[in-house]
């Protein structure tokens, strides 16, 4: 398989080993929903692991759990529970998402409060090799002038990258106030504050808690070995923390920290970034609500190339839903009843375009295109049983690369016509300020055992 290496600037072919095939995503800080832009992500990266599965690689994946940082600790404060059983609550929240979702669990998912030993060992490791030090307050910074490498990733020249930060963040003060050699080293340990109420530990700088940075470090060590092969997270973490992690893994082991880096570009709504405050931002529940199955939201995240932006409207459910049908029509068609799965395959006879698709930089919307195109030209009632068992044998094994199930029973949450006229009618009313009229409308609505609620841009339907 080729992909894109953000590292190199090219697509490489990606080397077999005889062993494993070692990948490390970097997970949710679980402190609320996941949104469909992190699913984007994570589907994309399971299409990866599917697909290297099929051409005889061996993935083994590490996805950690990020329970511990300032988000987390603020959130279980506020909700005055313990951060354990605050982020305990929300990571199963996302277990439950990415099953329903089929994302494929990954083989190890640490959380980094159970690997505090491992992360102060590397800190350790790089203040003794004279890559960190520590700060007054009990804090310890990586120094990022001591790497030489630092940058390689997003192509930073070191000097632009600190006249850029001095320049934002108010000159040599901002260093002076967080006590750091220079504005752009970055804390490996943060002493404790009081506003971080009980959430420290112990460690030989006194109390306090991990940056957020080093624990893909120390856990890709511990579960992986010095150097993975690849590398991969949402475009956003390229810089800083992908290079921080390559700063802290590079410098601690003295051994390259992984040959290939796959970006995946982020998820806009109606041409805008997802935020709370815009009230665009969607979690599977809310696509639930609205009607459209977890599939559907799949295929329709799935269904853009990764390394381009994808711009999510509710018409990209609209015709996921139309696409799935057409698969599914298909697959009656041509199964013997058995459900998708992967076969090995060595001569592909009709899908064989779609899959080398895949195979050249996960080309998710020309592998579909493919798979369209060939629905449209078979004709299966005239092919012979060997021929028809092979026709479904290759499109069951595409089918398990993309992570479609094609599953009758995930039928979607209909809502019927007469429902979204109504609810139609009802957002017309109100953002016409015709309040009467819409709450009349709403009436109507929970009488036939539906509620609608209102966002800023737009609204969902729930079932009663
Ligand atoms: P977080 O929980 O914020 O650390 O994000 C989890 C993953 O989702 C990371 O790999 C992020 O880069 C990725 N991500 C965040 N926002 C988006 C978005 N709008 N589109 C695609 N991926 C995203
Ligand atoms: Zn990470």
Not at 309 to 319: H, I, R, S
Not at 337 to 348: E, H, R
Not at 365 to 374: A, D, V
Request: proline share 3%; net charge negative.
């Amino acid at each position: 398989m080729k992909l894109f290496n953000t590292l190199s600037g090219k697509n490489e072919k990606l080397r077999h080993n005889t062993g494993k095939f070692k990948m490390y995503f970097c997970g949710p800080t679980v402190y609320s929903y996941a949104h469909i832009g992190n699913f984007r992500t994570y589907l994309l990266q399971d299409v990866l692991v599917r697909t290297l599965e099929v051409d005889g690689y061996n993935p083994c994946v590490v996805r950690n759990i990020t329970d511990v940082d300032d988000k987390t600790i603020r959130d279980a404060m506020k909700t005055g529970t313990s951060l354990g059983d605050f982020t305990e609550k929300w990571t199963k929240i996302f277990h439950d998402d990415c099953r329903a979702l089929s994302i494929k669990p990954p083989d190890f998912e640490p959380k980094a409060t159970e690997h505090i030993g491992e992360q102060i060992a590397m800190i350790e490791t790089l203040i003794g090799k004279g890559f960190a030090y520590v700060a007054p307050d009990g804090s310890v910074y990586f120094r990022i002038s001591a790497f030489d490498g630092y940058g390689m990733l997003s192509n930073l020249d070191k000097r632009d990258l600190k006249t850029q930060e001095l320049d934002s963040g108010g000159g040599k003060n901002l260093a002076d106030e967080y006590n750091r050699d220079s504005v752009c080293d970055f804390a490996l340990w943060k002493a404790a504050k009081a506003e971080d109420g009980e959430n420290f530990w112990p460690s030989p700088w006194g109390n306090g808690r991990p940056g957020w940075h080093i624990e893909c470090s120390a856990m890709a060590k511990k579960y992986l070995g010095k150097t993975i092969d690849l590398h991969s997270g949402g475009i956003d973490l390229k810089f800083p923390h992908h290079e921080n992690e390559i700063a802290q893994s590079e410098c601690a082991n003295g051994e390259k920290f992984s040959h290939y880096w796959m970006h995946i570009n982020h998820l806009l709504i109606d041409g805008a970034k997802m935020s709370k405050s815009l009230g665009n931002l969607y979690t599977l529940d809310d696509i639930r609500k609205h009607g459209y199955s977890p599939q559907c939201l799949r295929y329709a995240l799935i269904a853009a190339h990764y390394s381009q932006q994808l711009n999510f409207t509710f018409n990209n459910l609209v015709a996921a839903k139309n696409a799935l049908g057409k698969l599914q029509k298909f697959f009656a068609k041509i199964s013997d009843g058995s459900g998708i799965q992967k076969f090995k395959i060595t001569v592909w006879e009709f899908f064989g375009d779609a899959f080398e698709s895949l195979l050249n930089n996960m080309n998710t919307p020309e592998c579909l295109g493919n798979i369209f195109k060939k629905i449209n030209e078979i004709d299966s009632g005239t092919l012979g049983d060997d021929q028809k068992s092979n026709l479904s044998r290759e499109f069951s094994t595409l089918m398990y690369c993309l992570g479609l199930t094609l599953d009758e029973k995930e039928a979607d949450v209909e809502v019927p016509e007469n429902v979204k006229i109504l609810a139609g009618k009802r957002w017309k009313a109100k953002t016409s300020k015709n309040f009467t009229e819409a709450d009349k409308l709403r009436q109507e609505l929970l009488e036939l055992g539906w509620n609608m609620s209102d966002s800023r841009e737009s609204y969902t339907i729930e079932k009663l």
